[in-house]
């Protein structure tokens, strides 16, 4: 089994930044990508950024410029760097990791953390 959890997360005005982490830890042999994801209240869960394990990255078209997704793989820890936040970005955010768990079994799994709350006020 795999823990992922989420800290960081927060109030703030629009405008501000926030850092979120996300440490990764278990049965863990390879990380293949990271990412993050948010859920509004009444909104679908949608992709907000993931980086594969050699460190490529894509992002959400509305927060492409603002966030910036990077992860340290000798922690299993990927952060997502959140700037010139809007209120529209207030969410749950969860962090996602697809991870493979032995050297002797070349499944992947998806894991999923608890979330953690970003709340932007204007």
């Known amino acids: 089994q795999v823990q992922l959890v989420e800290s960081g997360g927060g109030l703030v005005q629009a405008g501000g930044s926030l850092r979120l982490s996300c440490a990764a830890s278990g049965s863990i042999f390879s990380i293949n990508h990271m990412g993050w994801y948010r859920q509004a209240p009444g909104k679908q869960r949608e992709l907000v950024g993931r980086?594969?394990?050699?460190?490529?990255?894509n992002y959400a078209d509305s927060v492409k410029g603002r966030f910036t997704i990077s992860r340290d793989n000798a922690k299993n820890t990927v952060y997502l760097e959140m700037n010139s936040l809007k209120p529209e970005d207030s969410a749950v955010y969860y962090c996602?990791?697809?991870?493979?768990?032995?050297?002797?079994?070349?499944?992947?799994?998806?894991?999923w953390g608890q979330g953690t709350q970003v709340t932007v006020s204007s």
């Open positions: 996602n990791a697809l991870v493979r768990e032995s050297s002797r079994n070349y499944n992947e799994y998806e894991y």
């Open positions: 980086i594969t394990s050699g460190g490529s990255t």
